[in-house]
């Protein structure tokens, strides 16, 4: 069983969809197989085999939560530290064509939300990143093309 690295925040909000498909969501899908079943003939009721298929998806997803928490290696940030980048740091960049500064936290993939800020440890940009310290210069082989950053900070928050 391959283990996999999360921030405590990502185990978190993991922690709470498992939560809200298996006390909210599923109640919900049984009610409406149950109101559809009521309504008769279910070889042409289109509203019972909506809230089946919702109810497939629905176990799908809560399996899927499942293996992830039980494989999770949750990483509290706040204890890492140092001068070079690992997963959990949160880096300031700067776009050495445009000026642009980004602001980057590396995270697990299942927590991974770039307009958020937070990239996947596992993206190019964080792979070109690792072990870099403050005033290196880093190439990202991007699908877009190469850019070229300055790393401007290091923090773990």
């Known amino acids: 069983m391959e283990k996999f690295p ?16 298996q006390q909210v969501e599923r109640p919900r ?6 109101e559809a079943r009521s309504h008769g003939d279910l ?9 089946k298929e919702s109810q497939s998806l629905n176990e799908g997803r809560i399996a899927e939560l499942e293996d992830k928490l ?19 740091a949160t880096v ?3 776009d050495e064509d445009t000026d642009e500064e980004k602001k980057y936290q590396i995270v697990g ?4 939300d770039v307009k958020g800020g937070r990239v996947s440890i596992t993206s190019p940009i964080a792979r ?3 072990g870099k310290r403050v005033g290196d210069t880093v190439e990202v082989n991007a699908p877009g093309g ?3 950053y300055e790393v401007l900070a290091i923090a773990f928050i």
């Open 6 to 21: 999360l921030t405590a925040a990502g185990y978190t909000a993991l922690e709470q969809e498992l939560k809200h498909r």
């Open 29 to 34: 899908i049984i009610q409406a197989i149950a």
């Open 43 to 51: 070889s042409e009721n289109a509203e019972y085999h909506s809230a």
């Open 70 to 88: 039980s494989r999770a290696e949750v990483i509290d940030v706040s204890k890492l530290g140092g001068d070079t980048i690992k997963f959990g």
């Open 92 to 94: 300031t960049l700067v």
């Open 109 to 112: 993939e299942s927590e991974a």
């Open 128 to 130: 070109a990143l690792i």
């Open 146 to 148: 190469g850019k070229s």
